[in-house]
């Protein structure tokens, strides 16, 4: 199944903790990048008759930073151009601060049928040393204003480990999203991307992050306290409501096939994994000069296809099947890692269950160090 992914790489203003590629929103250049992205989207016209999509993500930067004349025109890009099924899930990722009733409606006139708003925390201080540009009434306005709109799948996202985030304020900020009753929630702990303004003050020692004891024991409050609230946990950092898993990700998670529209977008189709180059006005001339906007590939060898089922398979809290894996790596790839997972049974990392390898709750909360300790 292959999803598709546009990357609108515009955003209000910059978050202190952010290091993706993202461009202050300006009107004239969306403009330009709508049409440049109509040129690359021309370009893939071959793959897109080949496939129906049941998955768009709109991702950014912040897509709902473009105003409704603009939102309008790229979903007639996209559907003058793609073959998109009548079921399927469009998700489009919003900032609190960049929607407002009219634009909600105008999206849900467009076609979309998810909502995913990152609202981070619900503490006003929290989101000042984060850099969020909107505030907590500003979320739960959104929220209740979605809800008006006609949205009835909307995900939000928390973030935890924050500087000067206590265990008590992250607990309320649960308990606020949860009374806000989205159908999903992701929770990440911090992290500062390269080059970010957070991760320079934390290297030059002027600002103090959570140590990793108090990370845990938020990760395991989200992970309790979600479960008590009816979400169930289907992967490392996403919980949801019966039936209300993002299909766009658990694509990834299956290692699925995509394609990424914009600059940085990655994509995987058979077995190459490319990438758009990172920089929008780059993009723009490529394009127009007829060359294409990929400057990263890889083809990707048995060896790396096999690391990724594992790498990904074990992110699902219902792993793997293990049998499936060894008809991928071979039957004596299977043995060493079954070996390995026996030799480190006192960890209490993994779980063998119905044929399927997952993570313990403790694998979850460790997962990179649980990850390399069973490498192929
Ligand atoms: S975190 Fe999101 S909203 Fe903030 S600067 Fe990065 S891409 Fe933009």
């Known amino acids: 199944m292959l999803s598709l992914y546009v990357h609108i790489p515009f955003c209000v203003s910059k978050c202190r903790y952010c290091g993706f590629y993202s461009t202050q929103y300006d009107k004239v250049i969306a403009d330009q990048y709508l049409a440049d992205l109509q040129i690359e989207i021309m370009n893939r016209a071959e793959l897109f008759e080949q496939h129906t999509l049941s998955s768009i993500y709109i991702g950014g930067g912040t897509p709902t930073a473009l105003s409704r ?17 009548p079921d399927a899930e469009i998700t489009i990722e ?11 409606s105008h999206l849900r006139k467009q076609g979309v049928t998810r909502l995913s708003i990152g609202m981070q925390s619900f503490s006003d201080e929290l989101l000042a040393v984060l850099g969020r540009s909107h505030s907590a009434l500003q979320a739960i306005t959104a929220m209740g204003e979605a809800r008006d709109a006609g949205f009835d799948n909307i995900g939000i996202d ?11 304020l992250w607990r309320k ?3 606020t999203a949860v009374s806000l009753r989205p159908e999903h929630i992701a929770a990440y702990s911090l992290s500062l991307d390269d080059g970010s303004w957070l991760a320079r003050e934390a290297e030059a020692g002027r600002i103090n992050l959570p140590d990793d004891d108090v990370v845990a024991g938020m990760y395991e409050t989200a992970r309790e306290y979600l479960r008590d609230s009816g979400y169930e946990q289907y992967e490392i950092s996403n919980f949801a409501l019966v039936g209300r898993q993002c299909r766009h990700n658990i694509n990834y998670w299956n290692r699925g096939e995509y394609l990424g529209l914009g600059p940085g977008a990655w994509s995987f189709v058979g077995n190459r994994r490319f990438a758009n180059i990172a920089d929008v006005a780059e993009y723009s001339k490529r394009l ?10 890889e083809v990707l060898d048995r060896d790396q296809a096999v690391w990724e089922t594992l790498f990904l398979g074990l992110r699902k809290t219902t792993g793997f099947d ?10 004596r790839s299977l043995e060493i890692l079954q070996d390995r997972i026996r030799e480190l049974d ?8 119905s044929g399927r390898l997952s993570l313990t709750a403790k694998g979850a909360l460790l997962s ?9």
Do not use: C, H, W
């Open 368 to 376: 990179n160090e649980a990850l390399i300790r069973i490498l192929p």
């Open 322 to 331: 293990l049998e499936q894996y060894g008809m991928l790596a071979g039957q």
């Open 94 to 104: 919003a900032n609190p601060n960049t929607v407002r009733s009219k634009k909600l």
């Open 173 to 175: 900020t649960l308990e």
């Open 288 to 297: 127009r000069r007829g060359v294409a906007a990929v400057d990263q590939e």
């Open 69 to 85: 004349e603009q939102i309008s025109r790229l979903f007639t890009l996209l559907n003058e151009r793609i073959r998109i099924r």
């Open 158 to 168: 928390l973030i935890f480990g924050i500087p000067g985030q206590t265990e008590q």
């Open 346 to 353: 006192g960890a209490s990392l993994f779980r063998i269950e």
